[in-house]
C-alpha cells in the first residue's frame, strides 16, 4: 500500500536553503517554529557556488554614497534609489552578523581583505578566498542544524502555493504549499500564516549556465501562478566567463580574477575589452558578455582566453585556491597558460515584486533572494551585490514577520491526485527540456531581435499546453514540475523582452539599438485566477 500525505503545521515556511533562506529561519528561530523546505539536499543551491564575495562599504575611503552610485551606474538607469540606499546602508551590520556567525572571511593583518570586482570604483568586496559562497553557507547550515526551532525537509519540492483565493474563502492569503516529498513520492501538505520564497533564480532555462541543476525558477513561477505580479524578467545577467572545457559542468571563473589584473584575450593572444569599453577587463559585466560575444560571433570561435598568468603563482594560490585546483584537474595550469572562457547564463534579476520588507502582492507571501524583483538590480546587479540583498532581505522579511499579528491558517486540504496516473513516456519531459533549453539560449540570449523572440514565444506555446496536458494527466515528478516552471519563467522572460522597445543593460536589442529617455521597469500583471 502506497505511504499517505502528510500535514505540516509551522509559524513560518522558507522554501530554499540558500543564503536568503537559512539567514530568515535563523532570525526567525528564536521566536517562531520554522520549517525550511529543500528540493534537493541543503547545499545545492546556488549560494555556495558564489566565488567572489559580498560587497560592503567596510575601508576607510569609501562610503554609502559611492556604492550607490556604483549599482545605479551598472543598473543602466533601472535600479530603485529607496532600494539601492536601503540595502547599501544595512551592509555592514549584516556583514558583522555573518562574523559572529564565525565566517571564515580573509583577513589581511588582522582586518578584513577587500578586493574589487568589475564596476566598483573601491575595493569593498567582502570575501573568504574564491569561495565565499560555500565559506558563509557551511557557517549558516551547522547553525541551523543546531537550533531547536527550525526543522528541515530535504527532497521537498514546491508544487504549488495555496491561496485563500484557491480555496474559496475571502481576502487573499497565502496559507500553505503542497510539495512533493521525494522520498515518499508522495505529495504532503504545509500550513503556516507566513511563507517565504527563497527559491534562487532560473538560470536552466538556458542551455548554458554558471547555475546548479536547481536554478529552475520555482518561485517565480509559482507566486505567479498564485496571482503576484513579477518585474524586469528580460534582464537576465549572463556572466562573461564561465569555464570552457568539456568535462567542466557550470563552474564560472570569478570576476575578481579580472579584478585582479586578468586579461581577456583572442586565440593569438590579442587583447580585446580596450577596444569595446574604456574600462576594459572592469567593465561591467553585460559590457563584457556582449564584448566577448561580439569576438566569438565575428572570429568563429568556440570561446575566448582570460589570462592571469603574469600573476606569481602564490599570488594565486592564495587568492583563487579553489579557481587554480579545478582547472589544474583539467589539464590547466592558470599560473602558465591562460582559461578558454565563454559566457553563460548567471543571474536573473528580475523576479517577485517586493517591497522593502519582502512582502509580496499577496498577504503572507514573501519572497527573498534572486527570486525577488527589489529594485536593487535595475537592467544588470552590480558584482557582489547579490550575496548581499539576500541577507538585507531575510533580516527585513523576519523582522515584519515578527511584527504582524499572526492569523491562524485554516484548514488545508490533502492534494488529491486520485485522477491522475504514472507517466508512460517520461522521455517527453526530457525532450521538451532540451529544447526549451537550446531555443531558450539561441533566441532570447546575449543579442536580441524581434524575429528570434516571436520564434521563442511560438516554442512556449506549444511547450506549455504539452506539459499542462502531461500535468493534469500524470502523477507529479520532480521533473515535471521543474519545466512547468521553467517553460512559465520563459514565457515571462520573452514577454518582457518583447514588450521592451530599446536596448538597456542587460537587454540588447538589434532592432531597438537605442537607450530612451525615460527609465521604466518591465511589470507583469498575472491574468486574475
Request: hydrophobic share 40%.
Amino acid at each position: 500500500m502506497p505511504p499517505s500525505s502528510s500535514h505540516h503545521s509551522f509559524d513560518v515556511l522558507i522554501v530554499g536553503s540558500g543564503l536568503a533562506g537559512l539567514s530568515a529561519a535563523l532570525h526567525l528561530a528564536p521566536t517562531h517554529r520554522v520549517a525550511v523546505l529543500t528540493k534537493r539536499e541543503l547545499n545545492d543551491g546556488s549560494s555556495r557556488w558564489a566565488q567572489g564575495g559580498i560587497a560592503a562599504v567596510m575601508a576607510e575611503g569609501d562610503s554609502f554614497e559611492s556604492h550607490v552610485q556604483d549599482t545605479l551606474v551598472a543598473g543602466a538607469g533601472l535600479c530603485d534609489p529607496v532600494a539601492t540606499r536601503f540595502v547599501v546602508e544595512h551592509a555592514p551590520e549584516n556583514i558583522r552578523w555573518l562574523q559572529q556567525l564565525g565566517v571564515p572571511f580573509s583577513l589581511e593583518q588582522g582586518h578584513l581583505h577587500l578586493t574589487r570586482e568589475g564596476g566598483h570604483s573601491e575595493r569593498r568586496i567582502v570575501h573568504a578566498t574564491d569561495a565565499t559562497g560555500a565559506a558563509v553557507q557551511d557557517t549558516l547550515l551547522k547553525k541551523v542544524q543546531a537550533t531547536p526551532n527550525i526543522t528541515l525537509f530535504e527532497h521537498h519540492m514546491l508544487v504549488d502555493l495555496i491561496t485563500t483565493t484557491k480555496l474559496g474563502l475571502p481576502g487573499s492569503r497565502c496559507v500553505g504549499l503542497y510539495a512533493l516529498n521525494e522520498e515518499t513520492d508522495v505529495v504532503d501538505t504545509f500550513s503556516a500564516p507566513h511563507t517565504i520564497l527563497a527559491t534562487g533564480g532560473a538560470g536552466k532555462v538556458y542551455l548554458y549556465t554558471t547555475n546548479p541543476d536547481t536554478a529552475t525558477g520555482d518561485g517565480i513561477a509559482a507566486a505567479w501562478r498564485a496571482g503576484c505580479r513579477v518585474a524586469n524578467m528580460e534582464f537576465i545577467q549572463f556572466h562573461p566567463t564561465c569555464l570552457y572545457h568539456p568535462e567542466a559542468k557550470s563552474f564560472l571563473i570569478s570576476e575578481a580574477v579580472r579584478g585582479e589584473g586578468g586579461r581577456l584575450i583572442l586565440p593569438d593572444g590579442t587583447r580585446f575589452m580596450p577596444a569595446h569599453d574604456a574600462r576594459a577587463e572592469l567593465a561591467p559585466r553585460d559590457v563584457v558578455a556582449r564584448a566577448i560575444d561580439f569576438e566569438m560571433k565575428k572570429r568563429g570561435l568556440d570561446c575566448v582566453y582570460l589570462d592571469i598568468s603574469h600573476q606569481p603563482k602564490e599570488f594565486l594560490l592564495e587568492h583563487f585556491p579553489t579557481i587554480y585546483a579545478r582547472c589544474l584537474e583539467l589539464g590547466i595550469d592558470i599560473a602558465k597558460r591562460p582559461i578558454p572562457v565563454v559566457p553563460a547564463a548567471h543571474y536573473t534579476c528580475g523576479g517577485v515584486v517586493v517591497d522593502l520588507a519582502g512582502r509580496t502582492d499577496l498577504g503572507g507571501l514573501y519572497a527573498i533572494g534572486e527570486a525577488s524583483y527589489t529594485g536593487l538590480h535595475g537592467a544588470n546587479r552590480l558584482a557582489s551585490n547579490s550575496l548581499l540583498e539576500c541577507m538585507v532581505y531575510a533580516r527585513a522579511a523576519a523582522t515584519a514577520i515578527a511584527a504582524e499579528q499572526a492569523v491562524a491558517a485554516p484548514a488545508l486540504p490533502f492534494w488529491d491526485d486520485s485522477r491522475v496516473t504514472d507517466a508512460d513516456e517520461c522521455v517527453v519531459i526530457s525532450h521538451n527540456w532540451d529544447e526549451l533549453r537550446r531555443f531558450m539560449w539561441d533566441y532570447v540570449g546575449i543579442v536580441r531581435t524581434n524575429k528570434r523572440l516571436e520564434r521563442a514565444a511560438h516554442r512556449i506555446d506549444l511547450l506549455r499546453s504539452e506539459i499542462q496536458e502531461f500535468y493534469s494527466s500524470f502523477h507529479v515528478t520532480r521533473d515535471l514540475l521543474e519545466l512547468r516552471n521553467l517553460v512559465q519563467v520563459a514565457d515571462l522572460i520573452v514577454r518582457s523582452a518583447q514588450s521592451r522597445h530599446e536596448s538597456r543593460g542587460l537587454h540588447f536589442s538589434r532592432d531597438y539599438p537605442q537607450t530612451e529617455a525615460a527609465a521604466l521597469p518591465t511589470i507583469l500583471v498575472p491574468p486574475a485566477p
